[in-house]
């Protein structure tokens, strides 16, 4: 139990594109996901945080206008990369917390490639 | 606030030996304490957590854990390594029900290399 699905799992995207990744809960009700950004051979950068059915709440540094948070539904978020450079390229994890519960499940990342 | 410091970006070990990673956390709040792990190109996955309750703490691949307040520590223990255990591993805590919701706050993370 506990599955989190991203999708697609690898992305490449023209340079002013832009490009939505989903993030599933496939077993259970999240209330809450996140999500986070890492670059190679570092740690994971928490983004923003969503509920279901309410604005997401952004990390410092993080432009909301350019990275865009939908949580539609208890299962489903998706990430919205908006006119896409290459300094976005990076690894996109989400997580999600069901509810009720104190542990945080992650999908298993999408790549994205911006050139 | 949290924070989490995980001591030895890269640590090797002979396969069948002791693997000890290392993780100092702050919390203003009693923590939440997690550790994952994260093999080349994908997600996270969860080893262990400490909430509540018992300091001692069993997770998956025979791997443990002790929250230890007085030194503010949750060292991941395993008693002999496998090759497959290579992997990188996070630290993080939460500031659980009392503060802080359930965002995780991440450990720079630690690059286990098992060796024949």
């Known amino acids: 139990g506990a599955v989190v699905s991203q999708h697609p799992s690898r992305v490449i995207c023209k340079s002013g594109t832009s490009v939505k990744i989903e993030c599933r809960s496939l077993?259970?009700?999240?209330?809450?996901m996140f999500w986070y950004r890492q670059f190679p051979k570092q740690s994971l950068m928490l983004m923003a945080t969503s509920n279901e059915g309410s604005k997401a709440t952004y990390e410092q540094g993080v432009e909301k206008d350019k990275f865009l948070i939908n949580h539609a539904s208890l299962t489903l978020s998706t990430l919205t990369v908006t006119s896409a450079h290459p300094e976005d390229s990076s690894f996109y994890i989400c997580?999600?917390?069901?509810?009720?519960?104190?542990?945080?499940?992650f999908g298993e990342g999408s790549w994205l490639t911006v050139v | 606030a949290q924070s989490v410091t995980q001591l030895g970006s890269h640590v090797s070990v002979s396969e069948g030996a002791l693997v000890l990673l290392r993780c100092n956390y702050s919390s203003s709040v009693p923590p939440y304490l997690f550790w994952y792990v994260q093999y080349p190109n994908q997600g996270l996955q969860l080893l262990l957590k400490y909430t509540t309750g018992a300091t001692l703490v069993k997770g998956i691949n025979g791997f443990e854990a002790e929250f230890k307040k007085s030194e503010t520590s949750f060292h991941l223990t395993k008693p002999s390594a496998h090759m497959s255990d290579a992997a990188e591993y996070f630290c993080a805590v939460s500031g659980g029900v009392t503060g802080g919701g359930n965002k995780l706050t991440f450990g720079t993370g630690t690059q286990l290399k098992v060796e024949l």
């Open positions: 997580s999600a917390l069901p509810g009720g519960e104190n542990t945080i499940y």
């Open positions: 077993d259970f009700q999240a209330t809450t």
